[in-house]
Nanobody, 124 residues
């Protein structure tokens, strides 16, 4: 089992940037794709971005394309999400997730490792 801890959330004005990080520990030697999800109050958890096991492929939700960048640092066992041009609609709790698959999956139920989440608030 892998343990995930997110950091980097906070409050920012519209148009600003934040960088989220997710530190992985435990069983990090398994081949797994990772992803960021988010959940706003009263809404379902939704896929934001994912990256394959070896980092050769990334996938983004349409609403973040061109604004967010997902990356992995294998030496540090971290997953990152650079978020630029933030808008109020990006306000949510952001979760890091690890799947049992090497490929990217959009479905939350296919992920077996989750962090506790980090709050992002974008003010207008």
């Amino acid at each position: 089992q892998v343990q995930l801890v997110e950091s980097g959330g906070g409050m920012v004005q519209a148009g600003g940037s934040l960088r989220l990080s997710c530190a992985a520990s435990g069983r990090t030697d398994s081949a797994n794709a990772m992803a960021w999800f988010r959940q706003a109050p009263g809404k379902e958890r939704e896929f934001v971005a994912g990256i394959s096991w070896i980092g050769d492929r990334t996938l983004y939700a349409d609403f973040v394309k061109g604004r967010f960048t997902i990356s992995r640092d294998y030496a540090k066992n971290t997953l990152n999400l650079q978020m630029n041009s933030l808008i109020p609609e990006d306000t949510a709790v952001y979760y890091c997730a690890s799947s049992g698959s090497t490929g990217i999956i959009r479905t939350p139920g296919r992920y077996d490792g989750w962090g506790q989440g980090t709050q992002v608030i974008v003010s207008s």
